[in-house]
């Protein structure tokens, strides 16, 4: 299936068309881990989700997220469209966008609901082959390695206590492996299950892109194995030890893996044998975040765990 195919099905499942002006105005808070104020906007059959940075200081991040899913979409991904740009009565940047309905990936998974895998998988395997047409050079493995101290200093000032001991062997670990050859390339930047969607038109569409620190397809694959091996999208569930959704989710995620890492061989050989460190150094970064201890508890066993595969 060609991409603009693709965004075309997207756009359809939540297209933007103007509202009779009698129309009454609706607004639904939407869930987002950002900071970032996530809305949408209903008036008859006009809707739209406005994203506000969380402060004025955030404004330049948003408005490069708003840059780069604008990019995604001129190149034929099933992205939201940005409508317009504008800033609310305290300066902060915003941005809006046409709505798509559905539910993430990261919920089927939770809900133990019916999800097509083979066209999710599909989906991810179009995406990642764009980002192949500009494929760079190697990223300097100190991109990594200082990303990795950051982390340990960031969360010596928001978390310290005893569970630095666990952070920091976490860190450890990850400082000793490979970062070498890691391709620079366009990206998704935050391909979360969280971030793909199952459309209420039975597509898949990308949702909240993001400008990372480094950019590159390996780090979408990292992210993708943060769910699915790392188990991040199902962390409420672990935390709160609920057993029988656990058991299922768990399950749903199995499907998912196997897929996904014969994905990640057929876009590139030498992928496959690096996910656990980069699924592991996308959970280390959620620590510094992560003011629950048993949040930076479950996190430190996962990470050690995908490190031991």
């Known amino acids: 299936m060609r991409p603009l195919k693709l965004r075309a099905e997207a756009e359809n499942a939540g297209s933007w068309r103007p509202a009779p002006p009698d129309a009454p105005a ?37 408005r490069a997220q708003a840059r780069k899913q604008h990019k995604l979409w001129m190149m034929g991904v099933p992205v939201p469209k940005i409508l317009r740009e504008s800033e609310d009565g305290a300066g902060r940047a915003a941005f809006d966008m046409t709505y798509i309905p559905g539910q993430s990936l990261a919920n089927a998974v939770i809900q133990a609901a019916p999800m097509d895998s083979g066209r999710v998988v599909k989906a991810i395997e179009r995406l990642i082959w764009l980002f192949l047409l500009e494929r760079g050079a190697a990223i300097p493995e100190s991109r990594f390695r200082d990303k990795i101290g950051e ?3 960031l969360s010596r000032d928001r978390i310290g206590g005893p ?19 890691i391709p620079e390339s366009p990206c998704h930047g935050d391909l979360s299950l969280e971030n793909i969607l199952l459309t209420a ?5 990308f949702i909240d892109c993001d400008d990372p620190w480094i950019s590159s397809f390996w780090l979408d694959f990292g992210k993708l194995f943060q769910d699915v091996h790392g188990h991040w999208c199902i962390r409420d569930l672990s935390v709160a030890s609920r057993s029988a959704e656990l058991v299922n989710a768990r399950q ?20 496959p044998e690096r996910l656990p460190q980069l699924a592991a150094l996308c959970l280390l970064r959620a620590l510094p975040y992560s003011r629950d201890s048993a949040v930076v508890a479950f996190l430190c066993h996962r990470i050690h765990r995908v490190l031991e595969d």
Not at 262 to 269: M, N
């Open 26 to 62: 609706k607004t639904y808070a939407l869930t987002g881990h950002s900071g970032a104020s996530v809305v949408l906007h209903t008036r008859g059959s006009d809707s739209f989700v406005r994203k506000t940075a969380a402060s004025v200081a955030a404004g330049p991040r948003l």
């Open 201 to 205: 038109g039975k597509s898949t569409a």
């Open 252 to 271: 749903k995620l199995e499907q998912l893996r196997g897929p996904f890492l014969s994905l990640a061989s057929s876009i590139d050989i030498a992928l």
């Open 163 to 181: 569970a630095m001991a666990m952070i920091e062997s976490c860190a450890g670990r990850l400082a000793q492996r490979d970062w070498t050859g």
């Open 151 to 153: 982390i340990v200093m």
